[in-house]
């Protein structure tokens, strides 16, 4: 059985391409794909696993790792906001 489907974040690229990113467990799938004139046509597809990517890029810049863990503290207190609910 397959995994939850979940909607992929989609950007539309030049000569009516899209590109289809969807993020599950520990993989980022990559899709590209091509609007015809008998509807969409994939033309590639990329699985990455994540803790590979992100050893890819801190191994390039690893002043990025700050920035990541200052963005996982702000998503981390908003779902702490978020669980607790109003007042």
């Known amino acids: 059985m ?4 979940e909607k992929p974040v ?3 690229g030049e000569n009516k391409t899209i590109l289809s ?7 980022l ?3 590209v794909s091509r609007k015809g004139e ?5 033309i590639d597809r990329y699985i ?5 990517l992100l050893f890819k890029i801190f ?12 963005l996982a503290e702000k998503v ?8 607790a609910g109003p007042e």
């Open 48 to 52: 990455i696993p994540l803790d590979y």
């Open 76 to 83: 981390e207190r908003k779902e702490i906001i978020e669980e």
């Open 2 to 5: 397959s995994e939850k489907s």
């Open 21 to 27: 990113i969807f993020i599950s467990s520990n993989k």
């Open 59 to 70: 191994e390039k810049n690893i002043e990025a790792l700050s920035t990541v863990c200052e």
């Open 29 to 31: 799938t990559l899709t």
């Open 10 to 12: 989609t950007i539309r």
């Open 38 to 42: 008998t509807g969409f046509e994939r």
